[in-house]
């Protein structure tokens, strides 16, 4: 008898723990070095890649530019950032991400860098299905004082569009306001990277903060 | 002032007008960048073959009078560099930094690199 009613006093308190655990809202992002920045302009370094994948960086560094363009900033070229790294021998994104913030300023003459890590790139078998999923987290660091602005992470899979309101607001905005070209790619993880990349860098609550040329710059409070 | 920065102010004001008629719209034309970036980096397909299909883009983008992304220019400037004609990377360089002041201390560097 004692322990029944233990028992019942036990799950009640998880219960309780887990009512009281979503009515709290998550913690919000502490934004005070990032408002002390506002950065105009973003260099994003080659993506550091722990998955196996070898073509995970191409996929998800093609990406980076439009949520980060979209959301205000100027974004440095890609494909000549990662040559101008080769020509000076860089060719590893350990090496590139070793460099210090005031050598890329010198180079670049970026206010922020982005350091990109890859945690999970392309299929995961089950029995039932292959699923692609990409994840990826991401730190913004001030290239004039070498202070972390922001961080996050964010992940994507092939399986969520199969229910409906899965891709959430993020998804919904990429897909009505950005009219690119995406169907000549034909490999099933590249449009994976592409949503991944948006959701970590659209600007959006707890996230990037919007950029000088966005319209919403400091619409945040 | 110049050129690209009032058509950079026209983009914007269409997108302001554009903001009340409840549709976001975007603040540049995308067409075909980052998939020809991704084919840049799996070196899938020549800089010819990217110069043609990257300029048919700015044509379009031109037409409608929206502004190209940033790196859209510099990448184009670097594919002709690629094949030997620095005479047409280099006004793509110059375009890059117009449109976007934010890329003038890179772009000054890659064009004194390119006008030796």
Request: charged content about 20%; glycine content about 8%.
């Amino acid at each position: 008898m004692m322990r029944k009613i233990f028992f019942k006093l036990g799950i009640l308190c998880c219960a309780v723990a887990l009512v009281t655990g979503c009515a709290s809202p998550p913690k919000p992002y502490d934004y005070t070095a990032f408002k002390a920045s506002r950065p105009h302009s973003i260099l994003v370094l080659p993506p550091l890649n722990d998955s196996p994948e070898v073509a995970a960086p191409y996929g998800v560094y093609a990406q980076v530019t439009l949520p980060l363009a979209e959301s205000g900033y100027y974004v440095f070229p890609v494909t000549l950032v990662d040559e101008t790294f080769k020509q000076n021998g860089l060719t590893a994104a350990g090496d590139i991400h070793a460099v210090a913030p005031a050598k890329l300023r010198e180079i670049f003459g970026a206010d922020a860098a982005l350091y990109i890590t890859i945690t999970k790139y392309g299929a995961v078998y089950t029995v039932l299905s292959s699923e692609v999923i990409v994840s990826a987290k991401a730190r913004l660091v001030d290239l004039k004082t070498g202070n972390l602005l922001w961080e996050g992470k964010a992940s994507a899979s092939s399986e969520e569009g199969k229910n409906n309101n899965a891709g959430g607001i993020i998804g919904m905005l990429v897909t009505a306001v950005v009219n690119q070209v995406i169907n000549n790619v034909t490999d099933s993880s590249y449009p994976v990277a592409g949503t991944a990349s948006s959701r970590l860098l659209f600007a959006h609550p707890n996230g990037m903060l919007y950029g000088p040329r966005s319209p919403s710059y400091q619409s945040e409070q | 002032m110049n050129m690209a920065y009032k058509l950079l102010a026209l983009a914007a004001g269409m997108a302001l007008l554009g903001g009340c008629a409840t549709k976001q719209t975007s603040l540049y034309q995308w067409e075909n960048y980052q998939p020809e970036v991704y084919e840049y980096f799996k070196a899938k397909t020549g800089p010819e073959e990217q110069i043609a299909k990257l300029e048919e883009s700015l044509e379009k983008i031109r037409a409608k009078g929206h502004v190209p992304p940033p790196g859209f220019h510099a990448h184009l400037g670097m594919l002709y560099a690629q094949v030997g004609s620095a005479d047409k990377a280099i006004p793509e360089f110059k375009t890059e930094k117009e449109l976007f002041p934010e890329s003038a201390t890179y772009m000054d560097r890659l064009l004194s690199k390119y006008s030796k």
